[in-house]
């Protein structure tokens, strides 16, 4: 007698094994008309979210509070009075001192994508009715790294901010250094510090916003010489990476190393701030700053 039911007709391996019919495709007009982008969905939480609910609620999540990458102009858009921006040096970009190979083309083609000429926007605008000049990086270009033409618009940002005696408020998002601009990114460093330092020594203030990311040869310049630093929650800060730093010394890091809870409790942070209460936040700072400054002062009540 048979005992193995496979072998007998009822049983036959095709029928058990036979492949589903795959779904017909529905003709291309009986298709549902979903515009592309209409829904996000939260890389930590994974909820979906209405996009255009998310610009609203300034590109962070309500379930869990993940902050979404933010542009430069969204950036402005949520910050300054009435969104106005007067921008300089808007047409400064590199021309790749090192010839370096394929560099060229990738620049071209980040430009086209994002619409910047750079990783960075400078320009004066009002927040709370004062007068401030800003800077926003902004990590579609790039990753936000620092560059020859990063480094020459802060530095001149900070120069006509010293010219007019107003306070600066730059945003960072960066990688670090541009590395295919070698020794000429690196000296931005140097570059921007000496004009932040010019502008501190006029008696002016300079706030610095770290989101995330904010890393490498930024971090180690002008990202942390702020007189008042504030941060993203969650924003990633620091020089090298965890896993680099891990690997480096052979030891695990402590739960949420190089994050911006983990600086304000080691005191490298002043205040984690919410983006629905970063307007709010830099207009109570600048108008205590103008308070004190007699010229300043007559620009807000103008």
Do not use: W
Request: hydrophobic content about 40%; charged content about 25%; overall charge neutral.
């Amino acid at each position: 007698m048979n005992k193995n039911p496979f072998k007998s007709k009822q049983y036959a391996t095709t029928e058990i094994f036979r492949a589903r019919p795959r779904d017909v495709e529905k003709p291309e007009e009986d298709r549902p008309n979903v515009p592309q982008g209409i829904m996000t969905k939260c890389p930590r939480c994974t909820k979906v979210i209405y996009t255009k609910l998310l610009l609203k609620n300034f590109k962070r999540c309500d379930e869990c509070g993940y902050n979404f990458k933010v542009l430069s102009n969204e950036r402005f858009a949520m910050i300054l009075d009435d969104g106005e921006l007067i921008e300089y040096d808007k047409h400064v970009t590199t021309k790749d001192p090192l010839s370096f190979p394929g560099y060229g083309d990738k620049l071209v083609k980040t430009q086209t994508m994002t619409g910047l000429v750079d990783g960075l926007v400078t320009g004066k605008g009002k927040i709370g009715g004062c007068p401030v000049m800003l800077g926003v990086m902004d990590a579609a270009f790039f990753m936000g790294s620092m560059g020859t033409a990063i480094g020459e618009k802060l530095a001149r940002l900070f120069e006509r901010a010293t010219k007019e005696r107003l306070p600066v408020i730059v945003f960072t998002a960066s990688g670090g250094a541009r590395m295919q601009e070698g020794i000429f990114s690196l000296m931005q460093m140097a570059k921007v510090s000496a004009a932040v330092a010019r502008h501190s020594e006029a008696g002016l203030l300079y706030i610095t916003v770290l989101t995330d990311p904010t890393t490498g040869g930024v971090t180690a310049s002008f990202a942390m010489l702020g007189d008042i630093i504030l941060a993203e929650p969650g924003a990633l800060i620091g020089f090298a990476g965890p896993r680099v730093i891990e690997q480096t010394i052979g030891q695990k890091l402590p739960e949420g190393f190089q994050r911006a809870e983990f600086l304000l409790e080691h005191g490298f942070v002043d205040q984690i701030v919410p983006r629905d209460q970063l307007k709010i936040t830099l207009g109570t700072i600048l108008k205590l700053h103008a308070a004190a400054d007699k010229d300043l002062t007559d620009q807000v009540s103008s």
